[in-house]
């Protein structure tokens, strides 16, 4: 059975449009309008091993906000939707990435139910590019809502922004990989005691 999520939302601000393959080989092709974001999408889906889609042609003549967050809502939502019934899979992961001189620390539980817990460096330039760096926790924030997962983020150290939030999605990719890949001993059995994910 394969695991796929699309979802294609449209308002008077953005229009996006992603499509996921939990199963893939990392094969991306995004477009967001905005470099760094499509850089890190890209680290999503190449480090999750998730075939991953982006198109997003958003309001960028007011700023990148609408464009990211809208992409990352989307994201979510396509996530939750190729998780399907969840049964048969890890359900936590954990990954710890440097990115030479930073660090960060994620761990994930597809639970159901949208938590976030994010932590990182509160010195940090302020743009890369024409992403303003505090979108990346409403980016998480917006990803949990739509996915319904509880993620913990955090970045103990770091000094280049390019490089803390890089780490970041690294890590996120590799968590989300390992939490929802299949686990051979559990083919059949869903990973909770409720009854329900
Ligand atoms: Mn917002």
């Given at each position: 059975m394969s695991r796929v999520g699309r979802v294609e939302r449209v308002t008077k601000e953005t229009s996006v449009?992603?499509?996921?393959?939990?199963?893939?080989?990392?094969?991306?092709?995004?477009s967001t309008g905005v470099g760094f974001y499509d850089h890190m999408l890209d680290q999503l889906g190449r480090h999750g091993l998730f075939d991953l889609t982006v198109k997003t042609e958003g309001d960028l003549h007011i700023?990148?906000?609408?464009?990211?967050?809208?992409?990352?809502?989307?994201?979510?939502?396509?996530?939750?939707?190729a998780l399907g019934d969840k049964v048969g899979i890890y359900r936590f992961g954990n990954c710890t990435?440097?990115?030479?001189?930073?660090?960060?620390?994620?761990?994930?539980?597809?639970?159901?139910?949208?938590?976030?817990?994010?932590?990182?460096?509160?010195?940090?330039?302020?743009?890369?590019?024409?992403?303003?760096?505090?979108?990346?926790?409403?980016?998480?924030e917006s990803f949990v809502a739509q996915a319904q997962i509880a993620l913990h983020v955090h970045v103990p150290y770091g000094r280049n922004a390019h490089h803390i939030v890089e780490c970041q999605f690294k890590a996120l990719a590799r968590a989300l990989r390992y939490a929802s890949e299949r686990d051979?001993?559990?083919?059949?059995?869903?990973?909770?005691?409720?009854?329900?994910?």
């Open positions: 449009l992603v499509e996921i393959d939990l199963d893939g080989s990392g094969k991306v092709e995004v700023d990148s906000h609408h464009t990211i967050e809208d992409t990352a809502l989307a994201l979510g939502a396509a996530f939750k939707q990435v440097p990115l030479d001189e930073s660090l960060a620390q994620v761990t994930v539980d597809l639970s159901g139910r949208p938590y976030l817990v994010h932590t990182e460096p509160e010195k940090m330039a302020p743009m890369i590019g024409e992403y303003d760096t505090t979108m990346t926790r409403h980016i998480l051979p001993r559990a083919a059949g059995i869903l990973p909770s005691t409720k009854g329900a994910l």
